[in-house]
């Protein structure tokens, strides 16, 4: 059983940055596909980046260009590195472990997710 922890969420005014991390123990971190998903309230829960375990990366259209995803395997640790915020980025923001190696859009495709991490831009 893997346990994810996300961190790094807060408050920042339109056009600001923000990296998220999330750190994985108790799993084999480096052979899994990793996602960032978000949910903003009354909305379902939505894929927006992630890396597969050899490090091919793949994004939402609405952050492609904004958002990058990366993962330093030694530290068992995936970032989001967040760009250009805009208000309708604001959400909370989830990680989670997939089932093999390759990256998802499906929710149901991720067996193990963090508790999330509020990301609020104002305008």
């Known amino acids: 059983q893997v346990q994810l922890v996300e961190s790094g969420g807060g408050l920042v005014q339109a056009g600001g940055s923000l990296r998220l991390a999330c750190v994985a123990s108790g799993g084999l971190f480096s052979k899994y596909g990793m996602g960032w998903f978000r949910q903003a309230p009354g909305k379902e829960r939505e894929f927006i980046g992630g890396?597969?375990?050899?490090?091919?990366?793949s994004y939402d259209d609405s952050v492609k260009g904004r958002f990058i995803v990366s993962r330093d395997n030694a530290k068992n640790t995936m970032y989001l590195q967040m760009n250009s915020l805009k208000p309708e980025d604001t959400a909370a923001y989830f990680c989670?472990?997939?089932?093999?190696?390759?990256?998802?859009?499906?929710?149901?495709?991720?067996?193990?997710w963090g508790q999330g991490t509020q990301v609020t831009v104002s305008s």
């Open positions: 890396i597969a375990s050899g490090g091919a990366t």
């Open positions: 989670a472990r997939a089932r093999e190696a390759l990256v998802y859009w499906s929710p149901a495709a991720y067996t193990d």
